[in-house]
């Protein structure tokens, strides 16, 4: 199924809902906003379920071109053992709780056990090339993932509420107690740009529930990042068991902990008001050349070496030169 070029606002509940096994959904170029009407005014939003895109095992699904915004709850997330989902170019702008949730928290029933026996929340996801504004909670967040790859996203003022702008979350699976609940592992987070006001740049969690569950198992995965945080230093946290930083850290500290984001910069990143570079900015030409970012969140190409988030500014010069 193709839904494109769409405006769908004012939905008693998510705007869109993909369940288990409607595969090879795609979203492209639609503008979604004021979801969750079903709720009366004054409802708390952590009462509130009405999310952009709500994608419970609905493998393919690509989200492009896309502007979701004011949503009741999270803009987007896909979860319930959702494979090969790619996310790309999108603007979320002022969702409820979280930007884009990679995983999240399942019923055990909705998964498919053959395909996924480890109860993965998501599977070999790809998100590039999106800028994510104003999220209270999460601007990228990850639960039970496996193998997933975020690059070239621009987080804008996040987790006012909670959590951090990138963040490694855990998930509980309904409490059942055949749910394995599994940690997030093997990602790859490379030409991400930060900018906070006073919340974490990054945290992993953990929660003494069940027996330990924790936010991420091996390496973070992360470096080529460009943090900033305007009320002092960037604070990354990790709450795992042993961990030096359950209080938070500097980049130094995360550095040395985590063997993480060794080509990483913190500095203030100046940009326009939508997430675009201006001239001047640190992450201009400090990112990772990577083979599956071609482009940038304008379809501009990307060429020589990257620049870190969603724009390329190289490229916006010459197209508003004309030279296109």
């Known amino acids: 199924m193709t839904i494109e070029d769409t405006a769908i606002h004012d939905t008693g509940r998510d705007a869109i809902k993909i369940t288990p096994h409607a595969d090879r959904a795609t979203i492209r170029r639609c503008r979604i906003w004021n979801t969750g009407a079903i709720y009366a005014p004054g409802t708390p939003v952590e009462d509130r379920n009405a999310e952009g895109i709500d994608n419970v095992n609905g493998s393919g699904m690509r989200v492009e071109d896309c502007h979701i915004h004011d949503t009741a709850t999270t803009g987007l997330y896909f979860k319930g053992g959702a494979a090969g989902v790619v ?48 999220s209270p909670y999460a601007g990228i967040g990850l639960y039970a993932s496996r193998n997933a790859v975020v690059v070239n996203n621009t987080i804008l003022d996040s987790a006012a509420r909670g959590h951090a ?135 501009q190409p990307r060429s020589g070496a990257y620049d870190i988030g969603a724009d390329e500014i190289a490229t916006d010069a010459v197209f508003a030169n004309g030279f296109d």
Not at 101 to 114: A, H, K, M, N, R
Not at 191 to 207: E, F, K, M, T, Y
Not at 209 to 224: C, H, K, M, N, V
């Open 87 to 134: 996310i790309e170019r999108n603007r979320i702008e002022n969702p409820g709780l979280a930007g884009i949730l990679v995983g999240f928290d399942t019923s055990p029933e909705f998964f498919d056990l053959q395909a996924n026996p480890d109860y993965y929340e998501a599977v070999d996801a790809i998100v590039r090339n999106n800028i994510v504004i104003g």
């Open 165 to 299: 702008a990138l963040y490694f979350g855990v998930t509980y699976q309904d409490w059942e107690p055949q749910a394995l609940r599994p940690a997030n592992r093997d990602a790859t987070i490379r030409n991400n740009l930060i900018v906070q006001h006073g919340r974490p740049c990054l945290a992993i969690r953990w929660s003494a529930d069940l027996g330990g569950l924790s936010g991420l198992a091996g390496a973070p995965g992360t470096d080529y990042n460009a943090y900033s945080d305007s009320a002092g230093a960037c604070r990354f946290v990790d709450t795992r068991p042993g961990s030096p930083l359950g209080g938070g850290g500097t980049l130094a500290q995360w550095r040395s902990h985590a063997a993480a984001d060794a080509a990483s910069l913190e500095a203030p990143l100046p940009l326009t008001a939508d997430g675009h570079l201006l001239p001047g900015n640190p992450a201009i030409d400090a990112g990772q050349s990577l083979d599956l970012v071609v482009e940038d969140i304008d379809r």
